[in-house]
């Protein structure tokens, strides 16, 4: 290894540093994970129990609630567990409405259809809804679209990878939706949780640890705002400056 490799090296290792702080907290990480699976977990363990819709939905939305409120508490993000109250809701909702326990799991499989679809058509139009969601967190906004090329190929595969995984996830669904039992459905739903999201937020991780680093836009403009600070406060300086013979002039 020569001394002109070491730095590519450093900045590689930086980069990818970066990118696995960046997606633990846009994707939640191992609490997350464990938000998202509780109350459908725990919807479909009682209900294999005792069978018992209604007890199986209130456990389910109680232990989201917790959750939120363990977050509140901690005075951490509540952003994951939020999303998992209303996500629990609707399927109570759902359920309820319904009598059938099966429709508990509707709504998501819904949004999961809708997200895949989202992943899918906003790459298609230039616009890969990985790097709207990740942009923000990076601190690059949306300037992987112009001026990081690189970055922007990177989203665009990550998009093409979540799109896929959730349709393929959702081709197994929504048959079982139909065919399966309540329990059966539950459990294979559970099953079938975090490996898909593990290899999708993998493969990001991937595309993203090889493409450029991202551009900070928010230091940018603080730079911006610095120098356009500096430059005034040379101009009132410069100002201030002037009058004084003046001044000077007027007290002889």
Request: proline share 6%; glycine share 8%; hydrophobic share 55%.
């Amino acid at each position: 290894m020569t001394s002109l490799d070491k730095p590519t090296e450093d900045a590689q290792q930086d980069s990818r540093a970066v990118t696995e702080a960046a997606l633990f907290e846009a994707f939640g990480g191992v609490r997350g994970m464990v938000e998202t699976v509780m109350p459908g977990l725990l919807f479909v363990t009682i209900f294999t129990i005792n069978k018992n819709l209604h007890w199986a939905a209130i456990a389910a939305l109680a232990v989201s609630l917790l959750l939120v409120v363990v977050r509140l508490v901690r005075r951490d993000t509540v952003k994951h567990a939020f999303s998992g109250v209303f996500g629990v809701a609707f399927g109570v909702v759902f359920a309820m409405m319904t009598g059938n326990a099966k429709d508990f799991y509707l709504p998501g499989m819904l949004y999961t259809l809708g997200m895949a679809v989202a992943y899918i058509v906003t790459t298609l139009v230039g616009v890969p809804l990985m790097g709207l969601m990740l942009g923000p967190v990076f601190k690059e906004n949306l300037s992987w679209r112009k001026r990081n090329p690189g970055r922007k190929k990177a989203y665009a595969k990550a998009s093409w990878a979540w799109g896929l995984i959730l349709l393929a996830k959702c081709a197994v669904l929504f048959p079982l939706y139909w065919w399966a039992d309540t329990t059966q459905f539950g459990w294979v739903l559970i099953a079938l949780k975090i490996p898909p999201f593990l290899l999708a937020v993998w493969l990001t991780w991937v595309f993203l640890a090889k493409a450029p680093p991202p551009i900070d836009v928010f230091a940018e403009m603080e730079a911006e705002e610095q120098a356009e600070k500096e430059r005034k406060a040379v101009l009132a300086e410069a100002r201030g400056d002037a009058p004084a013979p003046a001044r000077h002039r007027r007290g002889a």
